[in-house]
């Protein structure tokens, strides 16, 4: 990708808001959240509200919501109450939650001998905290990029097993040498051509369904794949990239509430100037380290923010202080007390290692792949299973030319609909209630 779509590295600094005492979960709740962050706490005149733009993320529930009230509120005199101030967009943690949790749905499988599925790599491999309705963020993300890996050196085995390689050899001692003479960039070369073969719908016959579960799961991981690499090294361009895919994937998943949520991107950056663009991008990162590869979502960095309060509320929590009180005292000062806490540990040369530590999977990944290269990626004519993998590509592209932009074009737009019918149809599709979690405030 182009170098003016990484962003260089740079220190992200961010200053946590005070209590916010109102319900998120209404129209009128947000009303109040709004008037108290712009008004309450950072104290902003009446002026700032008719010629700034404030980008304002969340996820799902809470962009709906804000399109809602900045729709039914866009006549009114001043500029704080009609709101045109606000620019919602939808945040890439909660993205690339939904794009996982997708990814389960398509491919999990179930009890029966099917190896392309998730529900066979889980019970292979032993990982606990995963379901098909409900699976822990981290241990569903390790278990799908594994499978991923075990994916591709099994196909990569199957074509090393090929006449034009090694002649029709197959013994494990045959591909040293073949491997050692390819070299480094040769052999990473060869890994991405695989995955790039089988990724792609036209180069498999699919009338084996195991095999073509299989170069589904490639594609739909591969996807993942990229928007968590993009985010990470703070490359814009390849998160536009994987925004386009997971519009379509969305659709032909059933995901109506994300699948909507893409397309309304999709029209806001569209729509945009070059500079917009970019601003919508690159505010929906942060970077506390100021490195290549340090970047994060912004939506997360709150996760984050909420463990630390959490980590205070249970080391001074009494019989003296109660909840409200520890809100008043570190909702603000949460960010300053953990930078000490990491500026003590410096200075009297203690480690705290905060990350997640992730166990070595190379003998996981090696064992399913050998395990796979013996059939479950070699084709068979006519083998089916009980369980076989959507192709979300194809489905959602239908369904977007046919039903999914021609309803949103007359819904977001407004165009053939009366304002009653729009916001009926909107509130409907969202109607369901889940976790809202809190939105955040970046000025461009």
């Keep these: 990708m182009p170098e003016i779509d990484i962003l260089p590295p740079r220190k992200t600094v961010h200053r946590p808001l005070g209590p916010i005492p109102h319900d998120e979960s209404s129209n009128a709740g947000n009303l109040a959240i709004l008037e108290n962050i712009f008004k309450g706490q950072y104290r902003l005149p009446d002026c700032t509200f008719e010629k700034r733009l404030f980008l304002v993320y969340g996820d799902q529930k809470t962009i709906q919501r804000l399109r809602t009230i900045k729709r039914r509120r866009r006549e009114s005199e001043k500029p704080f109450d009609c709101l045109q101030w606000i620019l919602p967009v939808p945040a890439l943690f909660h993205l ?4 996982l949790y997708m990814i389960s749905k398509a491919h999990f499988g179930g009890q029966d001998k099917d190896q392309s599925s998730l529900y066979d790599a889980m019970n292979f491999w032993g990982r606990k905290r995963i ?20 994916r591709i050196v099994a196909f990569f085995w199957r074509h090393m097993e090929l006449p034009s390689v ?6 494990e001692d045959d591909l040293e040498p073949v491997l050692k003479s390819l070299g480094f960039a040769a052999f990473i070369d060869l890994l991405d051509r695989i995955s790039s073969q089988y990724s792609q719908s036209h180069n498999v016959d699919f009338v084996d369904d195991e095999l073509h579960s299989h ?5 739909h991981a591969q996807t993942y794949l ?24 969305f659709h032909g998943s059933g995901q109506s509430k994300y699948a909507y949520e893409m397309l309304y991107l999709q029209r806001l950056l569209a729509n945009s100037t070059p500079e917009l663009q970019k601003a919508i991008l690159s505010n929906s990162l942060v970077n506390l380290r100021g490195l290549s590869n340090t970047w994060f979502e912004m939506d997360r960095l709150v996760e984050f923010h909420n463990g630390n309060m959490k980590n205070l509320f249970h080391a001074r929590r009494g019989s003296t202080i109660n909840l409200e009180q520890l809100f008043k005292n570190y909702a603000l000062s949460s960010a300053y007390i953990n930078n ?6 410096q200075i009297f040369n203690l480690r705290k290692n ?32 009980r369980y076989p993998a959507i192709d979300a590509t194809a489905i959602g592209a239908l369904r977007i030319a046919s039903d999914a932009l021609p309803k949103f074009n007359s819904v977001d737009c407004l165009q053939g609909f009366s304002e ?11 109607s369901n209630d889940g976790n809202v979690q809190d939105f955040f405030i970046l000025e461009e």
């Design 96 to 99: 690339k939650m939904n794009l």
């Design 131 to 150: 379901s098909r309705t409900k699976s822990e963020f981290h241990a569903l993300e390790e278990l799908i990029i594994h499978s991923y890996k075990a």
């Design 166 to 171: 090694l002649g029709g050899r197959q013994a």
């Design 215 to 219: 170069a589904l799961f490639l594609r």
């Design 226 to 249: 990229l928007l968590k690499y993009g985010i990470k090294h703070g490359d814009i361009g390849l998160i536009r990239r994987a925004v386009d895919r997971c519009t379509i994937y």
């Design 340 to 345: 000490l806490r990491e500026d003590l540990y």
């Design 354 to 385: 905060n990350e997640q530590t992730e166990k070595n999977a190379q003998r996981d990944i090696v064992a399913m792949a050998e395990r796979l290269s013996v059939a479950s990626v070699r084709f068979r004519a006519g083998r089916t299973i």
């Design 420 to 430: 009653i019918k729009a916001e009926a149809l909107v509130e409907a599709e969202n």
